[in-house]
Nanobody, 123 residues
Framework: QVQLEDSGGGLVQAGGSLRLSCAASGRTFSSYAMAWFRQAPGKEREFVAHISYSGGMTYYADRVKGRFTISRDNAKSTVYLQMNSLKPEDTAVYYC????????????????WGQGTQVTVSS
């Protein structure tokens, strides 16, 4: 079993940056591909970024490509999301998740979830 704890959210002005962290407990962190999702009020949870278990392969949603970077440190059992050039439409609760099987962009493919961290971008 893996427990995930998201942190790093906050209030930032448009154009600013934030770095989210997701710390995992358990000795099997390095065997899971990881992702970040987000959910805005009244909207479905949407895929943001994915990283393979080794960190060698990443995927991004089109709307964040070029602005967000996902990375991981398996020695620290932590995955990160560096968010630059933030826009008001990036406002959401951000969740990290550990993938079990299935497509990387579907929430149904993920077995463990963090509690979420709020990101608010003001215009």
């Amino acid at each position: 079993q893996v427990q995930l704890e998201d942190s790093g959210g906050g209030l930032v002005q448009a154009g600013g940056s934030l770095r989210l962290s997701c710390a995992a407990s358990g000795r099997t962190f390095s065997s899971y591909a990881m992702a970040w999702f987000r959910q805005a009020p009244g909207k479905e949870r949407e895929f943001v970024a994915h990283i393979s278990y080794s960190g060698g392969m990443t995927y991004y949603a089109d709307r964040v490509k070029g602005r967000f970077t996902i990375s991981r440190d398996n020695a620290k059992s932590t995955v990160y999301l560096q968010m630059n050039s933030l826009k008001p439409e990036d406002t959401a609760v951000y969740y990290c998740a550990a993938r079990n099987s299935g497509t990387y962009y579907s929430p149904l493919s993920y077995i463990y979830w963090g509690q979420g961290t709020q990101v608010t971008v003001s215009s």
